[in-house]
């Protein structure tokens, strides 16, 4: 018996159920299949959007973050509390603070909120209106980052609220740029990753704390080619047997740290789901966080992190958008600086200088400042150089890490 469906589908009633249940028909060498499809009587999928707001501050990248609170509430049906070898570390050298561990709730997240299909024009709009109830900054331009959209990546979608998927975007402001929302606070990125910053040479973590526990994760593979696949990859992303090391690769080595267990939320994701009886799809191959690297984020806010901090690094090359982190007119050196801020690496001063100014990037503006020491001219972003090159990227001389 079929009965009169929504526009586009057939219903049926299912003989076992007794309810409708609406699907397509599709031919098939001659014969009618049936291909049943979810019912309209709830979204299966909603749409979310992050921001990742990024700023240089005194040599220091960093990202706006808000505290869960002041997020759209995400909340979970309520479970036993998280035993405590299961709580992420919470450590942020540049507040010089001790390590503090904290539950997944209290992590913080990147301004987040829904999309409303009825009352939000386009996507852009949306989110920034959410950032300006969540942060209070007025922002004028974002970049389309990435689409999320795992399953599970949302608490809810385990205790059977619908899937999330969530478009991020990408956002540079130049620093000193008011917040005025209570709970935003910007952080330095490198608390998060603290693997990815050079500046002062080779992390002692990557020695210490990283790379014997991918070695032991390497040889417990169950046979040698499963072993020289996962040595191939630590040395790919980490730069080691006569790799070098490439910036770009954030992403990756935030991955490879999840599939291991060397990141808090790897275990906060397994927790959940077992205990909805949901067998995770990376099993954290650590038994406990108790070795976990970096500042934790809510959800998968860190992985989003991780492709905007990657990105950026490598638009460095052929963009020049480290001139929106810049007021109007800057010294070369403190445009040095916001690169290598970015890059996480140190660059050779005069190569960077007679690329910047061989490229075409910067003129001057006859004024000097006043720096303590010898007087530095004052340059601006020459924006000719848009029509004149197809990449005005500022690149990275001298860039490579020191081992």
């Excluded at 690094?313 to 109007?328: A, N, Q």
Aim: glycine share 10%.
């Amino acid at each position: 018996m079929q009965v009169k469906p929504e526009v586009g589908r057939v219903g049926r009633i299912d003989p076992v159920r007794g309810r409708v249940q609406y699907g397509r028909m599709r031919k098939r060498t001659g014969e009618e299949q049936w291909l049943p499809t979810r019912p309209a009587d709830g979204p299966p999928v909603t749409v979310g959007l992050n921001a990742v707001i990024v700023t240089v501050d005194r040599e220091v990248p960093r990202v706006l973050t808000v505290d869960v609170g002041a997020r759209p509430s995400t909340a979970t049906k309520a479970r036993p509390a998280m035993p405590a070898s299961n709580r992420g570390v919470d450590a942020d050298a540049a507040d010089g603070k001790p390590p503090e561990r904290v539950p997944p709730e209290s992590a913080r997240a990147l301004p987040f909120g829904p999309l409303d299909p009825v009352g939000d024009v386009t996507l852009e709009r949306a989110l920034l209106r959410w950032v300006r109830e969540q942060t209070g900054l007025e922002l004028d331009w974002v970049e389309q980052l990435y689409t999320f959209g795992d399953q599970y990546r949302n608490p809810t979608e385990i205790e059977g609220g619908p899937r999330t998927v969530s478009v991020a975007y990408l956002v540079l402001v130049e620093a000193g740029r008011p917040i005025g929302a209570q709970g935003a606070r910007w952080q330095d990125c490198y608390a998060f990753f603290p693997w990815e910053d050079w500046r002062a040479g080779r992390p002692a973590l990557i020695d210490a704390r990283i790379l014997p526990v991918l070695e032991r994760w390497a040889s417990a593979a169950p046979g040698p080619d499963q072993a020289r696949a996962r040595r191939e990859r630590v040395d790919i992303v980490f730069g080691r047997g006569g790799m070098a090391w490439d910036g770009d690769r954030v992403l990756d080595r935030y991955e490879l740290l999840y599939e291991v267990g060397l990141l808090a939320e790897s275990h906060w994701d397994a927790w959940q789901r077992r205990g909805a009886g949901i067998e995770p799809r990376y099993p954290p191959w650590l038994e406990d966080d108790a070795g976990a690297l970096g500042r934790p984020m809510a959800q998968d806010h860190r992985r989003i992190l991780a492709t905007a901090l990657g990105r950026l690094r490598g638009k460095i090359r052929y963009r020049p958008v480290v001139f929106e982190l810049l007021p109007p007119t800057f010294t070369l050196l403190e445009l040095q600086r916001v690169v290598e801020s970015l890059a996480g690496l140190r660059l050779h001063k005069g190569n960077f200088r007679r690329l910047v100014e061989k490229g075409g990037l910067v003129e001057g503006t006859g004024h000097m400042a006043q720096t303590g020491g010898r007087p530095a001219e004052r340059f601006r972003f020459r924006r000719e150089v848009l029509r004149e090159r197809r990449a005005p990227g500022v690149g990275l001389p001298g860039g490579r890490p020191l081992r």
